[in-house]
């Protein structure tokens, strides 16, 4: 069922991400729908007029699909003079495109028979979170058609460096893409800390790219000399092995051509106005180029390999386990459509059950109880053991004996502000009540599998006219990254075995019944690059 993504909901109403539009005259509209649980599958329509947004609103309302239940429009604003845009071009020169090799290979030798899935995604603020990226993968969808876009967009506005640090290491190993698109503003050394982090715990391949001009930026300024922003992330990316975009240079470029100012691609100063997201959208999607015959490099970039049931590395036992060793952090079985009816064969990692540790479970990003931010920011597994669960967690009624006298949450980001402390309550959607506490202090379930700081309530003092609202609530799923069973597959499909284990040798083993076919073809797997800058 489609419903769009949770965080664009803040006490039960739909929240906007912008009203790009000043004053009647031309300009576009854009339809959104999201779906899935964290808006990983995106529809996007759009629509232009030269005479009112409510034309081409209207010009959309024919064509937007009568189920989808909700959708979060856009509209914008562009100038009758602007051109047409002008025809991407990209650079088959530019010396980082060797970085994106194995995913663009992906992409462009997928067919109808031998389909590829290539797993996107998006991270940074608010830029990121702009509708610029939808464009480009409606465009790939398109142009790529046989290939399983399996793709996210988890960027918060509003989060530099500074804070979207603490929860990267959480977002980008669990979703593990092939391909990470990744942009922020804030501290250098912390923007280079999530490049390092990416590289230290994924295969994927990474696209950087220098800012965008902003209002306070003067174009000619920006040309005649390279800001230092702009230096840094060129550096990183060249120590980081990272496909690098100078998106600053071929703005500046633009602007000149035209005799545009840094003001006339965007609405507020800093956000992307229409005519600004088509170029940001053409600046990253030009540079997506397939180079022939080179396929990456691994110790660079990291590795994506299969290795067939027949390969050295796979083994029978005499007993009828079935023995892989392997060199990485993630793997997955192909199957071949032939395992046994009723088969159930436990799967360990060297020698031990997956579900034991907890590096194997991940969380999905909790919901937004307060503006598009995270219902919390921090929260980490307990003691126990976890379990695949729904959690759900409600301010309730202060006691009262509960301290009155406010509190700061966590970090002092947004100018020192200082709250009440906030009584809540959390509950699992397997063992029920897992206990009532304040955000002052640390918060451990009855079972022992959660574990909630006081640095969870980040966002809060930012948003203090709204934090004591009483039934406010925040959801998040825990899940498995791993298989501890095995069962019998349909021929194709690609379960995921385990992910997030030491990138390093280990041994899976699949205890199957003597003489029982386990209907896997082979294995796929990752390992992050071995040569990464120190």
């Not at 490049?195 to 790219?209: F, H, K, N, P, S």
């Not at 496909?243 to 602007?255: F, Y």
Request: proline share 6%; hydrophobic share 35%; charged share 25%.
């Amino acid at each position: 069922t489609p419903y769009t993504r949770p965080g664009m909901f803040a006490n039960g109403q739909p929240l906007l991400f912008a009203q790009e539009v000043f004053g009647e005259a031309p300009c576009g509209y854009i339809h959104e729908c999201f779906y899935g649980e964290d808006g990983d599958d995106i529809q996007v329509k759009t629509a232009m007029s030269r005479v009112s947004a409510a034309d081409a609103r209207a010009k959309l309302k024919g064509e937007m699909p009568g189920f989808l239940p909700v959708h979060r429009p856009l509209i914008w604003q562009f100038k009758e003079q602007d051109p047409k845009r002008e025809p991407m071009k990209g650079d088959l020169k530019n010396p980082s495109l060797p970085f994106i090799q194995r995913t663009m290979k992906k992409i462009v030798e997928s067919t109808a028979e031998n389909p590829a899935t290539v797993r996107v995604l998006f991270y940074g603020q608010s830029i990121v979170w702009q509708w610029w990226n939808r464009l480009l993968m409606k465009e790939l969808q398109e142009q790529y058609p046989t290939v399983n876009f399996i793709w996210k967009n988890l960027a918060v506005g509003g989060w530099e460096a500074n804070i979207l640090s603490g929860v990267f290491p959480h977002d980008v190993p669990a979703f593990y893409p092939d391909i990470l698109f990744f942009h922020d503003y804030g501290d250098m050394k912390l923007y280079e800390q999530m490049v390092r982090c990416a590289r230290e715990t994924t295969a994927a391949e990474i696209v950087l790219w220098t800012s965008h001009l902003a209002g306070g930026n003067d174009v000619k300024k920006f040309t005649e000399k390279r800001d230092s922003r702009s230096l840094a992330i060129l550096d990183i990316a060249k120590r980081y092995n990272c496909h690098v975009i100078d998106l600053n240079r071929k703005w500046c470029d633009l602007c000149n051509r035209h005799g545009w100012s840094q003001n006339d691609l965007v609405c507020d100063g800093i956000h992307l106005n229409g005519l600004g997201n088509w170029y940001y959208k053409d600046f990253i999607q030009e540079e997506l180029l397939r180079l022939p015959g080179c396929d990456g490099d691994e110790a660079k970039t990291g590795s994506d390999r299969f290795y067939a049931r027949d390969d050295a590395s796979v083994k029978t036992l005499a007993d009828g386990t079935l023995e892989f060793s392997f060199d990485g952090n993630r793997v997955t079985a192909v199957s071949d459509g032939t395992g046994a009816a009723n088969l159930k064969a436990e799967v360990r990692l060297d020698g031990r059950p997956l579900a034991a540790s907890t590096n194997h479970w991940a969380t999905t990003r909790p919901s937004a109880m307060l503006a598009w931010f995270p219902g919390l920011y921090q929260f980490g597994f307990g003691k126990t053991q976890p379990i695949e669960e729904d959690l759900t967690l409600e301010v309730i009624p202060n006691r009262a004996d509960d301290p009155k006298e406010k509190v700061s949450h966590g970090f002092q980001i947004w100018g020192g502000d200082k709250i009440q402390p906030i009584r809540f309550k959390v509950t699992s959607s397997v063992t029920g009540d897992e206990g009532e506490g304040l955000s002052s202090g640390t918060f451990v379930s009855k079972s022992g599998r959660l574990v909630i700081p006081p640095k969870a309530w980040l966002s809060w003092p930012q948003w203090r006219g709204g934090v004591s609202r009483v039934g406010a609530r925040t959801q998040w799923k825990c899940y498995p990254l791993f298989t501890d069973v095995w069962t019998a597959k349909p021929a194709g499909e690609e379960t995921l075995l385990v992910q997030g284990c030491a990138n390093a040798a280990h041994k899976l083993t699949i205890r199957l019944p003597k003489g029982a076919k386990s209907g896997i073809r082979g294995f796929r797997v990752w390992k992050p690059a071995t040569e990464i800058s120190r």
